[in-house]
């Protein structure tokens, strides 16, 4: 399984990015594919979470009503919109993806998946 992220880059405070996931080598509907982030000497941190059986998601509060996952499946590409971006957004972005079904509390678990892209780092100035 392999998992390819891109769509970083840099951007003023209040604009906008949207980073894509593309999987190969995985039955796109096994399980959720989520966004984590990890900034500069701060631990690794739940973004967004999307179930492939029922498209349901699940955000960090941190993002809540910026950011937006999303999933095209013929694509078998995982998108994170992400508006209104904030210099604190300034992180490497990284996708994941699970081997089978979770439970929706557990999405926000890095332990829970099994396989990661390389990242791609965001950078919001102020």
């Known amino acids: 399984v392999q998992l390819q992220a891109s769509g970083g880059g840099l951007v003023q405070a209040g604009g906008s990015l949207r980073l894509s996931c593309t999987s190969s080598?995985?039955?796109?509907?096994?399980?959720?594919m989520a966004w984590f982030r990890q900034a500069p000497e701060k631990e690794r941190e739940f973004v967004a979470a999307?179930?492939?059986?029922?498209?349901?998601?699940r955000y960090a509060d941190s993002v809540k009503g910026r950011f937006t996952i999303s999933r095209d499946k013929a694509k078998n590409t995982v998108y994170l919109e992400m508006n209104s971006l904030k210099p604190e957004d300034t992180a490497v972005y990284y996708c994941?993806?699970?081997?089978?079904?979770?439970?929706?509390?557990?999405?926000?678990?890095?332990?829970?998946?099994?396989?990661w892209g390389q990242g791609t780092q965001v950078t919001v100035s102020s």
């Open positions: 994941a993806a699970r081997d089978g079904r979770i439970i929706t509390s557990a999405q926000n678990r890095a332990g829970a998946y099994h396989h």
């Open positions: 080598g995985r039955s796109f509907s096994s399980g959720p």
């Open positions: 999307i179930d492939m059986w029922t498209t349901g998601t």
